[in-house]
């Protein structure tokens, strides 16, 4: 590979993608929006073109000369209100980068998508690429949207376009600009998590992900979903984990699935209003309760990888939060707010 | 308006759009970026990140978390161009 285009270069899995690829001397394109927080990526010695998705014809410029274009962008539901909108967001983004590499004849697509998407496996196996579901899942916003991103790449690779996925794990390490899986490291560690819910939870080193991205445009491999759930642990061992590493406060409040969706669900009605975020968003719930052994060996295998030992990868994530002040005092005033909002929440369910 | 001045102006404006804010609503230099105008992390790093790139100039995101007030945010963007313009400025 001489040349890729990464779209969503700016993220959390757009950023390690880039080093990945940067060390393989791969010259790297990137996409970027006018709000884009292009701080870091500017540090990088990356070419970068500011194009918006619903622009076809700049999207197809940026596609052009590139042996593999990634998709990183795909949308994450801030709150998980308004199915209907985080589904046709997905859907028409998913759509924009699609139509575009099929007109260019990009040699390679590949996206990444979450196996937080898989439905139930069968009794007697782990889920696989074969358990992505066939209808729009109806109790989760954010599997519903992760559903419409990977039902237009499958489509589009049924069709003859040669497009891999990727289905990660919740990502682990740095770079994580907006903190989204780290979040529970974060939680745990400034104290101010105030309870979870009990479940299998997937962790992944974010290196590791980006170099699955890698692996997969090889253009030997035949375009395919891989499943990178990375490490199967149960998230109370996770949050016990990180205190026991870093300091900080297991909750104390262990809630059934029952109770955490009701909880999650009334603190994102109230962070919404005022665009603020949540101590344990919906998702994360979704994901926890949804838990259930993924096979990651076959894929390691295809993509010839080894995983980064969960550790790593924590520690990798808590320095890199640490170095950027998301534990720090102000981040716990942040963090606090939440906690307000979380007694708000209690005091209106009693 | 001296430079510093109208950087601050800049830095107000940027505020004002990240934040979403209606025109008549007032920033002082006094706001806490968190406390007072309920600028979360994310925002303060768009604020950073676009100043940095209209102004050119490479700021260090992680010296940038002891920034409390917009006063502070205006100090450290208008400390940063200096050093950086006035150092490009001895170099060339």
């Given at each position: 590979m001489k040349r890729a285009l990464v779209?969503?270069?700016?993220g959390f899995v757009g950023l390690n993608l880039v080093d990945a690829l940067l060390a393989q001397g791969v010259a790297v394109r990137c996409t970027r929006r006018k709000?884009?927080?292009?701080v870091y990526l500017r540090r990088r010695a990356v070419e970068l073109v500011e194009v918006a998705l619903d622009d076809p014809e700049a999207l197809k410029r940026a596609m052009l000369d590139c042996d593999a274009v990634f998709y990183t962008a795909a949308p994450y539901p801030?709150?998980?209100?308004?199915a209907a909108a985080e589904v046709e967001a997905a859907d028409r983004a998913a759509r924009a980068v699609v139509s575009a590499a099929a007109d260019v004849g990009v040699p390679r697509l590949v996206f990444t998508s979450s196996t937080g998407l898989l439905d139930p496996a069968p009794a007697g196996r782990a889920a696989d690429?074969?358990?992505?579901?066939?209808q729009m899942p109806q109790d989760s916003v954010y599997r519903a949207s992760k559903w419409a991103t990977h039902r237009c790449f499958a489509q589009a690779r049924r069709e003859g376009l040669p497009v891999s996925g990727v289905l990660a794990g919740g990502c682990i390490g740095p770079?994580?600009?907006?903190?989204?899986?780290g979040g529970v490291l974060i939680g745990a560690v400034t104290g101010l998590m105030p309870w979870y819910t009990e479940g299998l939870v997937h962790l992944v080193d974010v290196r590791d992900v980006a170099r699955a991205h890698v692996a997969a445009a090889d253009p030997r491999l035949a375009p395919s979903d891989h499943c990178l759930p990375g490490h199967t642990v149960a998230l109370g061992a996770v949050i016990r984990q990180c205190v026991a590493r870093y300091g900080g406060r297991v909750p104390e409040q262990v809630l059934t699935v029952e109770q955490a969706r009701t909880r999650a669900d009334l603190d994102e009605q109230q962070a919404a209003a005022k665009r603020g975020r949540v101590p344990f968003p919906r998702e994360m719930v979704d994901i926890v309760s949804a838990g259930q052994s993924i096979d990651g060996q076959s894929a390691l295998g295809r993509l010839g990888m080894e995983l980064t030992p969960l550790s790593s990868a924590l520690d990798a994530a808590h320095g890199w939060f640490l170095r950027h002040g998301y534990l720090s005092a102000g981040a716990e005033k942040e963090n606090e707010r939440c906690l307000t909002m979380k007694h708000e929440t209690n005091a209106s369910l009693s | 308006m001296s430079n510093d001045e109208a950087r601050n102006q800049r830095i107000l404006e940027l505020v004002r759009e990240i934040l979403e804010m209606d025109d008549d609503d007032v920033i002082e230099?006094?706001?806490?970026?968190?406390?007072?105008?309920?600028?979360?992390s994310l925002g303060s790093l768009e604020l950073l990140s676009r100043l940095s790139e209209e102004l050119r100039i490479d700021m260090e995101m992680e010296d940038a978390m002891?920034?409390?007030?917009v006063a502070d945010a205006c100090a450290f963007v208008n400390r940063n161009y200096q050093e950086q313009h006035s150092a490009a400025a001895t170099s060339s």
């Open positions: 779209i969503g270069g700016t709000r884009s927080i292009t801030r709150y998980s209100i308004d690429a074969r358990d992505i579901p066939r770079w994580d600009v907006r903190a989204g899986t | 230099l006094t706001h806490r970026m968190r406390e007072d105008l309920g600028m979360d002891a920034i409390s007030t």
